[in-house]
């Protein structure tokens, strides 16, 4: 087992961010402000197509950043255990961490070809026998409890994360629903209120997942991370965790 320094579990700040992107967050997304449904669905994917994309080994060192433990920066916070780990740690051993595809790669078939595959925004750093129990399940209410990883649960369809979680798995969904529409070599992917979708390329349960964005909203974490993938890494942002308010206004 590798050696793990820092805290078992973190406490997110609730204190944001003083950063913003260069002109301002609203200029950036200026052509969607004032808009509303499938109108700002359209013009949000105009905004956050324009991306740098990463290769899945330049996945590893994003994630040891964005990701980076607020309490202990030689480690990263996973995911759905809550653990802080060593950056050193990963890779493909028992107890190792390893890069976790929150919109699970077989909805739609993209593995990890560059673009889906490799977008840092649902990428996140996870245990690896935690990230095999989550699989390609969709997410949902309900289950056992998740072996390794307390708080979430689990069953033979879907998965729910822990509390402090929810909000920051809904938000990579309604980005990556928002960004990839079809348009550029990759499936149109598309939230939908079931579990069970297999290889479409769907991810639910979308009903939930606006639930848990509510509960959940974005904290100083997942603003940071946010911030960190523009200025860093890929130069565009989830729009849901910049104004939580759109996503009732495309799903709602």
Do not use: C, M
């Given at each position: 087992m590798p050696t793990t320094t820092g805290p078992t579990t973190t406490t997110r700040s609730t204190t944001a961010p003083t950063t913003t992107a260069p002109g301002g967050v609203d200029d950036y997304y200026r052509t969607a402000l004032g808009k509303?449904?499938?109108?700002?669905?359209?013009?949000?994917?105009?905004?956050?197509?324009?991306?740098?994309r990463l290769s899945y080994d330049q996945v590893w060192e994003a994630l040891k950043v964005t990701d980076e433990d607020p309490a202990n920066p030689n480690n990263v916070v996973l995911l759905y255990s809550g653990r802080s780990q060593s950056k050193s740690a990963n890779g493909g051993n028992a107890d190792d961490w390893n890069r976790e595809h929150v919109w699970a790669k077989s909805h739609g078939d993209f593995?990890?070809?560059?673009?889906?595959?490799?977008?840092?925004?649902?990428?996140?750093?996870?245990?690896?026998?935690?990230?095999?129990?989550?699989?390609?399940?969709?997410?949902?209410?309900?289950?056992?409890?998740?072996?390794?990883?307390?708080?979430?649960?689990?069953?033979g369809d879907?998965?729910?994360?822990?509390?402090?979680?929810?909000?920051?798995?809904?938000?990579m969904l309604f980005y990556m629903a928002v960004r990839y529409e079809g348009g550029d070599g990759f499936a149109n992917l598309e939230l939908n209120d079931r579990v069970a979708n297999g290889t479409a390329p769907y991810h639910g349960r979308s009903s939930v997942l606006l639930r848990w964005h509510a509960q959940d909203p974005p904290d100083a974490f997942e603003k940071r991370r946010n911030q960190v993938i523009h200025d860093r890494f890929q130069?565009?942002?989830?729009?849901?965790?910049?104004?939580?308010?759109?996503?009732?206004?495309?799903?709602?």
């Open positions: 509303s449904g499938a109108t700002l669905k359209t013009a949000l994917h105009g905004i956050i197509r324009n991306q740098t593995g990890t070809a560059t673009g889906p595959g490799t977008d840092v925004h649902h990428l996140r750093p996870e245990d690896v026998s935690v990230n095999a129990n989550r699989g390609n399940k969709d997410f949902d209410s309900g289950g056992s409890v998740a072996a390794e990883a307390p708080g979430n649960y689990t069953d879907s998965w729910e994360p822990r509390n402090a979680v929810k909000g920051d798995v809904a938000r130069g565009n942002r989830n729009p849901f965790v910049d104004h939580p308010e759109w996503a009732a206004s495309i799903w709602g």
